[in-house]
């Protein structure tokens, strides 16, 4: 169950990162963890889930997971791409620059159409879109999780 930590609290942070950058629709976000992968908050909740998936310790749960992961956001982020395409004339050289899902190591540098604002870290946009409702929820899963182990070791 410990070894999940390593998937579940980077995916958490990834998604309260990303979460203090995004304008949803109102602008190309392209800096912070937008320069690294163009979709850190579906990263983010993928880590979460197999880091859960992981602590109960069932290959098939995975195996599940997997597939529902890739019949879900597959379509969706497509779906987004399009949106993003006909709204942002810059989403073509940003998606040239910065892959779909895993992420580059280095920040892509944008310039031109794609390049938006500098974009920092808001607090208010964190709070805005509530991740930290993420927290509290992978909280209250451990716990559970820690109290069905104990009353089986019991």
Known sequence: MLGSLLLVVPGLW???FAAGYVR????LTTTGPYAHTRNPLYLGSMMIAFG??????RWAILVVLT?????IYLPTILSEEEFLRGQFPGFDAYAAKVPRLLPRLTPARMGGAAQQTAGVFSRQLYLHHREYNAAMGAVAIYAAL????????R
């Open 14 to 16: 990834l998604r309260g």
């Open 24 to 27: 949803k629709n109102a602008e």
């Open 52 to 57: 859960f998936a992981a602590a109960s310790g």
């Open 67 to 71: 597939v529902l992961f890739l019949a």
């Open 146 to 153: 820690a109290v069905r182990l104990w009353f089986l070791s």
